[in-house]
């Protein structure tokens, strides 16, 4: 960290899965930590966080004790059962919630980090993604709402730059991420797949489960997001795991760790991206990172985190 940056900083969505985890280990490397957050979906971690605490949704901040020199954007409806309930809104956070951000960000001088997401990518024609592929998102589609507010945030962190607004943000692509933490009724399909198991049901398979995700541990991704900080990249960069996985094959590893409690098979929902893989010399060749748990390990972390929680 550069001795000009100073350490306060707001964490937006600071409550919730990977809000937590950064908060903790923001907090732990010496920052003074908000959270603005309106606990739409809070992680099971999100007590005692060390940080202040500001209820509040970043549509329409409440008045919040600023300045920050760093505002680590996460907050936003994450998993498809959420953001499909409301789509309107998801979409309203993903807009209005990156300006009013851009908006204090520049009037407080600070840096951001915005997680994006791979699902700018849509339903990809190339595999892996790099940062370059400009995506194939269908805008009538159910899954719009959270990718078009995503590449509108975007967008506007690129326009906010050209304009000469504000000009210190890093953008983040994030991959699948799973690990303690995660709501375990959030409809993510680790979460899925674990909660079935643990429940002796059997594991919902989307389609005829050949679709593909990759995998990342929280702890490597958290890892990721400080190696940004303080963040004179602007990116996209992709974080994530690069090895690729099918449903069927994610089915196979819960079950190894869990035992076989049979599978149902289930319509595939409208706009379910087939491939999902980041492409990753941007992060490796700027920070040297790399994922470095693999997905035995982090499913049983998460199995032991799940097993607590009941
Ligand atoms: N977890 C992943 O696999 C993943 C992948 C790609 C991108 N991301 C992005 O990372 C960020 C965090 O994801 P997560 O998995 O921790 O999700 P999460 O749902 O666990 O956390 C999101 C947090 O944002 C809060 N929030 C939602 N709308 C808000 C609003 N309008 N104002 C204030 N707070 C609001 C929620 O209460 C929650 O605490 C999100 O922006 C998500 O799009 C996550």
Known sequence: MTAELKRRVLVTGGAGFLGCHLVRRLATAGWVVTVLDDYSSPSPLADDLPATIVVGSVV???????????????????????????????LRTGAEGMRQVLDL????????????????????EVNPQPESYVGAVDVQGPRACYDEGKRYAEALVYAYRRAGLH????????????????????????????????AGQPLPIFGDGSQTRSFCYVDDVIDGLMRLLPGEFPGPVNIGNDVEVSMLELADAVEQ??????????????????????????????????????????????????????
């Open 60 to 90: 329409a901040p409440p008045p919040l004790p600023g300045p920050f020199d760093l505002i680590c954007h996460l907050a936003s409806p994450a998993s498809p059962p959420r953001y499909l309930l409301d789509p309107v809104g998801t």
């Open 167 to 198: 000009d210190r943000s890093t953008v983040v692509r994030l991959f699948n991420t799973y690990g303690p933490g995660m709501h375990p009724d959030d409809g993510r399909v680790v979460t899925a797949f674990l909660g079935a198991a643990l």
């Open 257 to 310: 760790l869990i035992g076989s409690t049979g599978r149902r098979f289930l319509a595939l929902p409208d706009g379910d991206p087939k491939v999902r893989r980041p492409e990753l010399s941007a992060i490796t060749e700027l920070t040297g990172w790399k994922a470095t748990t693999d997905l035995a390990t982090g499913l049983s972390k998460t199995i032991a985190y799940l097993r607590e929680l009941t």
């Open 105 to 124: 960000a520049a009037e407080w001088g600070a840096h951001v980090l915005f997680t994006s997401t791979s699902e700018v990518y849509g339903d990809p």
